[in-house]
């Protein structure tokens, strides 16, 4: 009874709680959840309303519904909460018997925006209608509707296809609210002939605050006269299909009395003079700076430039909350840089290391040789990510008469960092060599002494991955923080294989390097193909090393296909065997050393574990959803895997989605 009226004198605190709380609260829900809330109380009511008519989109399931509703006002009388309006009516894949999209007509479409008098965004995205609904916005008498319109985002991509005179027309519309807007100029634009050039267009939205701006005219806008056509403009992302334009000593780019505190530039390639103007003349207003190179790879833009040029403008961005600077050209670019002197990774790290500055905070790296030109670095504000483009130096040494495989590592006395700065690393890579998964697990394990996640994934046939992680739901509940004192030993306690059965080799790494690991797994893609074809396979996994071991999960379909023997050794002296027989597979069953004696048919392959007898041993064969556990060397009851018992296999111990 007590515990009932403590519930309700919460409930009354909590139904006295201020309006603006409410309405902040039913914002963080889902919209399925706001809809219960407004039938629990009064006071519920109205914030629940708001928050729930905040976004309103519109669908193919409900467009045939307002088209019918749109003359009864009632309906709409809570739009006046509105802020931000989706047509959202894009096919996804082909639909055998597909009705065929329903469209507002242009009077329905102007007496619907008229119901939304408080909205900020319009998003339309349709795959026949967006012409004709943006056409319509033409004709809405903007002196008493979308007074308070922001920002108008259309399915079509700008960088595309340069705009029409609609699309310029719409934005020119509501120039006296709009907040944001993306323009492409092309030589034969519109901005040129109907409004008197960009400069002039731009002059007329007095509001203006965030700006994309394509420019393919050839004519070089300066970003100087673009913040004072807009001086109200706090973000500008410049793009361009011609380099970077030439200047001269001493000329700045920038209006230093401007309010930007956003600058994303894009060039095919930038100039050692653009980026000396950066570098000394970028306002102190600016807060986030992203630099991208699209048409040169990183080593041979430095080639051009000089070292010395990239590494002033990589400190003068470690500088900033927010940074990044990529080189992106196409994955076919076939490099210029030689690799005399420095390596690639030495000069990657060396920049690294001016662009990090003096910040303490995680990295988390991506190292792939699938975009072998591709290379960037960025600083969101809270840690530092990388991607660094793997080529055929950086795993191939050939300076002997062999060619060996020798994973590049920088040198220290040239970059001053190195790996031993990453906390989390993947490798994706499409190199098929049996030596090179053991080859990155121990440089990693090696290099990079501070890891929390380090993962492999093998991209052509077979397919062989590896996750290293502290957590075993690494990937469902992600990482929230780092310990960046702690050591890698101190981190790893999960290890997830797939489609490949460790070698002893292998097992001997991951002891010495991680003694305590807590759970192994090694596993396989259900139905998957895996390299076991040999007619014979014998396995042999000592785990005995890991005295901390809690769990193993191994599936057998990772061996030959047929009759398998699966024998535990078990420290304290005994044994016990467990034999898969039949030709699917389907069926696990104790036998004695006696049965094996006196079996006539011979196992087409035998998995030996050596071990202690662990709190959960697990084996499984998805081939025919069986699957057998052995609590602390005990077998438990015989079952078929049920639905909840594949979902919980998936989540901890496969190294992705079962189903995938």
Same mark, same amino acid.
């Given at each position: 009874m007590e515990e009932t009226i403590k519930g309700r004198q919460n409930f009354s605190q909590m139904i006295n709680l201020p309006y603006e709380i409410y309405l902040k609260i039913f914002s963080l829900l889902h919209k399925s959840l706001v809809k219960d809330c407004v039938m629990v109380c009064k006071e519920w009511s109205m914030p629940a309303f708001q928050a729930y008519f905040k976004e309103v989109i519109i669908n193919d399931h409900n467009t045939g519904t307002l088209k019918a509703l749109v003359d009864q006002g009632q309906y709409f009388k809570y739009c006046h909460w509105t802020e931000k309006l989706t047509v959202n009516q894009e096919s996804s894949g082909f639909h055998f018997n597909r009705e065929p999209e329903v469209e507002f007509t242009k009077e329905e479409f102007l007496k619907l925006i008229k119901y939304f008098p408080n909205l900020k965004k319009i998003e339309i995205r349709t795959n026949k209608s967006e012409s004709n609904y943006t056409r319509y916005l033409l004709d809405i008498d903007s002196n008493h509707y979308l007074t308070r319109l922001e920002s108008i985002i259309l399915r079509t991509d700008t960088f595309c296809a340069n705009p029409s005179n609609l699309y310029c027309s719409v934005y020119y519309k509501f120039r006296a609210s709009l907040t944001r807007i993306s323009l492409e100029h092309e030589r034969k634009s519109v901005l040129a002939s109907k409004y008197g050039g960009v400069l002039n267009y731009l002059n007329q939205f007095k509001k203006l605050t965030h700006l994309t701006y394509c420019n393919n005219s050839g004519h070089y806008t300066p970003i100087y006269e673009i913040q004072v056509a807009?001086?109200?403009? +706090?973000?500008?992302? &410049?793009?361009?299909?011609?380099?970077?334009? !030439? &200047?001269?000593?001493? %000329?700045? $780019?920038?209006?230093?009395?401007?309010? &930007?505190?956003?600058?994303?530039?894009?060039?095919? *390639? $930038?100039? +050692?003079?653009?980026?000396? =103007?950066? =570098?000394?003349?970028?306002?102190?207003?600016? @807060? @986030?700076?992203?630099? =991208?190179?699209?048409? $040169?790879?990183?080593?041979?833009? $430095?080639?051009?430039v000089g070292i010395e040029n990239v590494l002033q403008l990589a400190e003068r961005m470690s500088n900033l909350p927010k940074a990044s600077f990529q080189c992106i050209p196409d994955k076919e670019y076939e490099t210029e840089h030689e690799n005399i002197g420095e390596s690639n990774m030495t000069i990657f790290f060396k920049v690294l290391n001016a662009f990090k500055g003096d910040k303490k905070v995680p990295c988390t790296a991506s190292f792939s040789d699938f975009r072998s030109v591709h290379n960037y670095m960025r600083f969101n504000g809270e840690n530092i990510s990388i991607e660094y483009g !793997?080529?055929?130096?950086?795993?191939?040494?050939?300076?002997?008469?062999?060619? +060996?495989?020798?994973?590049?590592?920088? %040198?220290?006395?040239?970059?001053?960092?190195?790996?031993?700065?990453? *906390?989390? !690393?993947?490798?994706?890579?499409?190199?098929? %060599?049996?030596?090179?998964?053991?080859?990155?697990l121990k440089y990693s394990l090696i290099n990079c002494t501070h890891l929390q996640h380090v993962e492999f994934k093998g991209m052509n046939s077979p397919h062989h991955e590896f996750v290293l992680s502290?957590?075993?739901?690494?990937?469902?509940?992600?990482?929230?923080?780092? %310990?960046?004192?702690?050591?890698? @030993?101190?981190?790893?306690?999960?290890?997830?294989?797939?489609?490949?059965?460790?070698?002893?080799?292998?097992?001997?790494?991951?002891?010495?390097?991680?003694?305590?690991l807590q759970i192994f797994t090694c596993g396989g893609r259900l139905g998957g193909r895996f390299d076991n074809s040999e007619e014979s396979q014998d396995h042999k996994l000592d785990l005995t090393r890991f005295k901390s071991l809690k769990i193993v999960y191994f599936d057998?379909?990772?061996?030959?296909?047929?009759?398998?023997?699966?024998?535990?050794?078990?420290?304290?002296?005994?044994? @016990?065997?467990?034999q898969l027989k039949d030709k699917k597979d389907t069926s696990f069953e104790a036998i004695s050393l006696e049965d094996i004696k006196n079996n006539q048919t011979t196992p087409i392959s035998t998995i030996v574990f050596e071990c202690e007898k662990i709190e959960r041993f697990t084996l499984c064969n998805a081939r025919g959803y069986n699957f057998l556990e052995i609590f602390r060397g005990i077998p438990q009851k015989k079952r078929s895997l049920e639905v909840d018992d594949m979902k919980y296999i998936a989540n901890k111990f496969l190294p992705d989605q079962f189903n995938q």
């Open positions: 807009c001086p109200s403009l +706090t973000s500008i992302q &410049l793009i361009s299909h011609y380099s970077s334009p !030439l &200047l001269q000593a001493g %000329d700045n $780019i920038f209006d230093q009395n401007s309010n &930007l505190k956003e600058l994303s530039l894009s060039f095919p *390639n $930038i100039s +050692t003079r653009y980026i000396e =103007t950066i =570098t000394k003349y970028l306002p102190e207003s600016v @807060k @986030k700076l992203d630099i =991208t190179i699209t048409e $040169i790879d990183l080593y041979d833009w $430095i080639d051009q !793997l080529n055929y130096a950086d795993l191939y040494d050939d300076s002997g008469e062999e060619r +060996t495989l020798e994973f590049s590592v920088p %040198d220290r006395t040239a970059s001053i960092i190195g790996p031993e700065i990453i *906390n989390s !690393l993947s490798f994706y890579i499409c190199t098929v %060599d049996p030596e090179l998964t053991i080859k990155l502290s957590n075993i739901d690494y990937f469902h509940e992600g990482i929230e923080t780092y %310990d960046l004192t702690a050591t890698s @030993k101190e981190n790893l306690k999960t290890v997830k294989l797939k489609n490949f059965i460790p070698s002893k080799e292998y097992i001997d790494l991951l002891a010495n390097h991680l003694p305590d057998v379909q990772l061996v030959s296909i047929g009759s398998k023997l699966i024998k535990f050794e078990y420290v304290d002296g005994e044994e @016990k065997f467990y």
